[in-house]
């Protein structure tokens, strides 16, 4: 059985999209940010604000790495920006896994970062009125490392139930 990572732009539905698959598929579920989380003991965004971005993302790609390294299969979420950074785009191309991008739309994505609680460092300081332009710029400059995924899924219309059927008949 091979290893499912989830990859895409924050607020794509990785997440949501890895627990129903988990159940789906009868496989463990695991979240890159939430491994992260439990090993340092720090939020996201301490992590972010107490020892900086670059801290930060070399904790992925070890963490990511890690994981890799394991015999077990499992379904992974990636942070957003998991494969722009420290050549993690490679791990996406690796024969042991189904590496899966979900493709949502720049509309769908605003809106959905407008209406979500979660903390996300890098848009605190945005105001409100800048979110779409830079939502359309940031996706425009990472959308060549998320395409380094093996498929590509398109969300934007689809119920997570369709996704989730989606990604089934790839593996
Ligand atoms: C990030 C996305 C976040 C989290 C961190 C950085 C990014 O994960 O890893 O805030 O660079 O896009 P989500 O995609 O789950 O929000």
């Known amino acids: 059985m091979k290893k499912i990572l989830l990859c895409g732009y924050m607020a794509s539905g990785k997440t949501t999209i890895a ?37 930060f993302r070399r904790l992925e790609h070890d963490n990511l790495k890690e994981l890799l390294a ?18 993690n785009h490679l791990f996406l191309q690796r024969d042991d896994v189904v590496s899966v991008y979900l493709k949502t739309g720049i509309e769908e994505l605003v809106n959905r970062l407008r209406h979500q609680g979660k903390e996300r460092p890098l848009l605190e300081k945005l105001p409100d009125d800048e979110l779409q332009e830079y939502v359309a710029k940031h996706l425009f400059d990472r959308s060549y490392y998320y395409h380094q ?10 119920s997570p139930e369709d ?9």
């Open 149 to 158: 995924a093996k498929h590509v899924v398109v969300t934007d219309g689809k």
């Open 19 to 55: 627990r129903l698959l988990g159940k789906a598929a009868g496989m463990p579920v695991l979240d890159l940010d939430e491994v992260i989380e439990k090993k340092t003991g720090k939020s996201i965004p301490q992590l972010f604000s107490q020892d900086g971005e670059i801290a």
């Open 70 to 87: 394991e015999e077990d299969a499992f379904i992974l979420s990636l942070g957003g920006g998991t494969p722009c950074y420290a050549n």
């Open 163 to 171: 996704v989730v059927n989606e990604i089934m008949s790839l593996f």
